[in-house]
């Protein structure tokens, strides 16, 4: 297939200072040269509005396009799937598409990257424009040929007679002028049996570029003049700065110090005398011990303060079915707080003059970040640039936007543009953590092992309306928001499966230990690590196989269809858990299951997983996993089919391994020896399924293969050990105490 | 300022350090402008500043100017180009072996360096190499196929750099 290759190349363009992403053929890779040194230029000209046609496709004089999205790509191939769709609706081929992400000069606001929604919210929104081009474009070319547009088709970017005859170039009818319509909504959109682009597993233009060393990543980023910049962090979340002894970092050239109340960093122009300052400087804090400590965190959640209660489902009768099932079941999972941890620390670049300020940064929400950092230094908006770069995945809101916020606040300092780049430690002990959760289950069977009563419990922490608080800005003594929220947590909070009296009620909790924000999947993989986990006790219990248990309880086909496709991938054999065949050596050998319905709504995700447990050490080995997925339409098979192995690889790591720890007064987990991620020698054999539903709308795919992966994970070690883990990370230890306690 | 002098992809390079224990990976980036090798820890934990020194994969976040002073220090612009990669780049690429791409350097050199001692490496053999690298966005199982084929495209001696349809 020729596109393949075609789009196999990265090419930057200057567009305003943007960096663009182009897939044009043959083009040579020019050299990054910088942003532009001129005064931050917020207003460009171009149309922004995201009713016009005009702020979301540029077609131009030789035939090639530009894309303009707020919706950015984190590594997870929207770009790519995004041009797919707008290169299928407007009839121009793929590969002269060029994609602007997250410029607030020069994209529209559709919102930011986040949820699963890029493709679903997102690409709807460019499909509609691109549907709404082809129908004017094609009223232009009736026109120009004049002949009716019933007689007329669209062919790699020309209006042409259906039968023969000449054709005119989309670049002829739009002469360099702007469409200037809306978009229609309800424009005729191509249908997809008719799809050649849609569908096709095209590749990446960007892993050429990151495979030769020449993609540009946000920490690559050179502006012209720009020092670097490092924070130091206090040694306890709370403490005050006392003081600062300038002359320990004397023998530093040219570095800098910046003091803004407790707000502490270096700046220099060599970056290596930053980061040495940095770790050299002294400063006295105040003493702070204000956090609960992570060892007994379970207790302290659960004796902590309930702001308010929500009842999410409450259908039947529950207590009263539970009272009288024939089999009762009770259990409580728990769930710790985890880093995103990203793998490049937070990077940002901010040039803040007096009249605006232009930042760079990987923040999956530019437009956000922008009017965040408009209110917190009361500048107008349209001052403000903000500019997207690739960065480090980010897995939701990590340091990122407080490393804009920090870099905002050394360069207005400095007056001159300023890389700040946090360090390890700043990573893995600052940013945002996913919350910890804990779910109480109660449930019960009747004689025949139908469910008949199904109760959840969920302690969530409170949403508080506003923007979340950069760290920088607090330490600055700068007034902010206080907001808190780390996404929709509650969801998939009740079972899979029929159950006739169901209640599901969340707790929200008054304070959380940390500071919070939405990490991959928010609040839905240990949900579902609990509804598949009870379901599959249910299942023992009743001495009925796993698959099967589930099967009794499901009349979706799709459902169906991704569980047995699941069971079947993996050699599933019919029979009860746990498994009583011989161990091999010290290895309990098991398989687990699980199934669920992303949101309730969107994926259909089921999961097999096969394990080897060690008795002597405690230490899983998995070994197989199988996954089926359903997100309807397959916009790009190998772009979903990385994203479902990443979702299935990464939450592995966070079941296994990952746990922030702390103490009174900090987290103590901050590099790769205290917060362990997955390794390659742990990395099991993964086989996926992609179920292809071309006549259903696409719903999103970088979340819902995480959300089964847990329950998956214990069901096995459940199946090879008789022992249920019910609180991540499954660790040695804890799997080595549980098979003590067996 | 003190001068230090080695060969950077092929070429004698003298850079200037005011201090001797400076790790390499700021001298690249910095001074030289190859921004391949990339910041992830700086304790040696994460693998993705790796670059070759004297063909051997090392950190770079760990190596002072002072020790790589007079040795070959070869980066990841150095094995290739996105219109000539070398066989593990193209086999990167073809395999779609990257999400975010942060540690895809670390990835491909520590996979050149066991590829040259080990052309024949297993499954085993690759995760072993690669122990040390990690990678946040579970992009592993593709790496390890990418490490394999290209394993097979240096055996058959192949000149293949585009990467197959």
């Known amino acids: ?742 | 300022m003190a001068k230090y002098s080695f060969h950077v992809n092929g070429r004698a390079t003298t850079v200037e350090s005011w201090d001797p224990g400076q790790p390499m990976l700021y001298l690249l980036r910095n001074s030289l402008g190859l921004h391949a090798a990339k910041f992830g820890c700086g304790l040696g934990q994460c693998g993705a500043c790796s670059v070759l020194i004297d063909g051997k994969v090392a950190r770079s976040c760990m190596t002072s100017v002072q020790q790589a002073s007079g040795r070959s220090i070869t980066t990841l612009e150095g094995l290739g180009t996105p219109d000539k990669p070398d066989p593990i780049q193209a086999a990167f690429i073809t395999e779609q072996a990257a999400q975010c791409g942060y540690c895809t350097n670390g990835m491909i050199m520590a996979a050149k360096s066991l590829l040259t001692e080990t052309p024949h490496p297993t499954l085993e053999n690759v995760k072993r190499a690669l122990a040390g690298n990690l990678c946040r966005c579970g992009t592993h199982t593709r790496i390890l196929s990418a490490v394999l084929d290209a394993a097979g495209r240096l055996i058959q001696g192949s000149k293949l750099v585009q990467p197959k349809a």
């Not at chain 1, 993609?215 to 306890?236: A, E, S």
């Not at chain 1, 996404?487 to 079972?495: A, E, F, I, K, R």
């Open chain 1, 1 to 742: 297939m020729e596109t393949l290759n075609a789009v196999s190349r990265r090419d930057f363009l200057r567009a305003g200072g943007a960096v663009v992403v182009s897939f044009s053929l043959g083009a040579a890779l020019p050299k990054w040269t910088g942003a532009q040194s001129a005064a931050p230029m917020a207003d460009l000209g171009k149309p922004l509005d995201p009713n016009e046609v005009d702020s979301f496709l540029a077609i131009h004089a030789d035939g090639s396009v530009t894309l303009y999205t707020s919706r950015v790509d984190v590594g997870t191939g929207l770009r790519t799937a995004m041009s797919q769709i707008a290169a299928e609706e407007l009839g121009i081929p793929i590969e002269r598409f060029t994609v602007v992400e997250g410029d607030t000069a020069l994209t529209p606001d559709h919102g930011g990257t986040g949820g699963s929604s890029g493709i679903p919210v997102g690409a709807k929104r460019v499909r509609e424009a691109a549907a709404t081009a082809r129908q004017a474009l094609l009223r232009l070319g009736a026109q120009q040929l004049q002949r009716p547009e019933a007689e007329l088709t669209i062919v790699d970017g020309y209006v042409q007679p259906l039968g023969t005859g000449l054709g005119v170039s989309f670049a002829t009818l739009m002469n360099v002028k702007r469409l200037d319509i809306k978009i229609d909504s309800k424009a005729p959109q191509k249908d997809p049996a008719q799809y050649k682009v849609v569908g096709e597993p095209i590749l990446r233009p960007d892993v050429s570029g990151k495979a030769t060393g020449r993609n540009v990543f946000m920490q690559d980023l050179v502006v012209p003049g720009m020092l670097h910049g490092r924070v130091i962090r206090p040694p306890t979340i709370g403490a005050k700065l006392v003081s600062v002894d300038e002359s320990s970092i004397r023998k530093l050239p040219g570095v800098s110090v910046v003091r803004i109340e407790n707000f502490l960093g270096v700046v220099s122009s060599d970056e290596w005398a930053t980061v040495r300052a940095a770790r050299e400087l002294k400063a006295t804090w105040s003493e702070w011990q204000g956090l609960p400590g992570s060892d007994d965190l379970e207790r302290h959640v659960r004796e902590s303060a309930v702001d308010h209660d929500e009842v999410l489902v409450n259908e039947g009768d529950s207590a009263a079915a539970f009272s009288t099932a024939a089999k009762q079941f009770s259990a409580m999972y728990s769930w710790p707080y985890q880093s995103h941890a990203s793998l490049g620390p937070s990077c940002a670049v901010a040039d803040v003059r007096d009249d605006g300020a232009t930042i760079w940064t990987s923040s999956q929400g530019t437009y956000g970040l922008r009017n965040n950092l408009a209110k917190i230094f009361a500048m107008p908006a349209e001052k403000l640039r903000v500019i997207f770069l690739d960065g480090a995945g980010s897995y939701g809101g990590n340091g990122n936007d407080d490393a804009a916020a920090d870099a905002f606040l050394l360069s207005r300092s400095m007056k001159r543009p300023v890389r700040l780049q946090w360090m390890r430690q700043d990573e893995n002990g600052w940013d945002p953590k996913g919350p910890p959760q804990y779910l109480s289950l109660r449930g019960g069977l009747d004689a025949q092992g139908r469910i008949v009563s199904w109760e959840t419990q969920m302690w969530l922490p409170k949403n508080i309306p506003g923007n979340r608080a950069f760290i920088g800005i607090d330490a600055a003594g700068i007034s902010q928001d206080h907001g808190q929220g780390a996404g929709q947590m509650q969801m998939n909070g009740d079972p899979s499966y029929a159950s006739p009296n169901t209640r599901v009620v969340v707790h929200y909790l008054a304070d959380s230990a940390l500071r919070i924000s939405n990490l991959r999947a928010p609040g839905k993989i240990a949900n579902v690590f609990a509804m598949e986990s009870f379901a599959d006790e249910m299942a023992a219990a009743a001495g009925v196989d796993a698959v099967e248990f589930r099967l009794r309880g499901l009349i979706d086909p799709r459902a169906i269809e991704v569980l047995k496709r699941a069971a079947d991938m993996i050699g599933w054999q019919s029979r009860p858990s746990p498994n009583t065949q011989a161990a091999q050596g010290n290895m309990l050998i098991g398989r687990g299951v699980a199934y669920m319905r992303y949101k309730q709504q969107e994926n259909y995700v089921a999961m097999a997983m096969e394990v080897a447990v060690d008795r002597a050490s405690g230490q899983i080995q998995v070994r197989r996993v199988t996954c089926a997925h359903d997100c309807g339409l397959i916009v790009n098979p190998d772009g979903l089919r990385n994203q479902v192995e990443g979702c299935i690889l990464q939450t592995l790591s966070r079941a296994l391994h990952e746990e922030v720890k702390f103490d009174r007064s900090r987290v103590t987990s901050v590099d790769w020896a205290s917060y362990p991620i997955l390794r390659f020698p742990e990395v099991p054999q993964v086989e996926v399924a992609l179920i292809d539903h071309p006549e259903i709308p696409p719903v999103g795919a970088g979340e819902a293969a995480t959300a089964p992966v847990v329950a998956a994970l214990a069901n096995a070690i459940f199946d090879a050990t008789g022992v249920r883990l019910r609180t991540v990370p499954f660790t040695p230890a804890r799997v080595e105490s549980a098979l003590a306690k067996n």
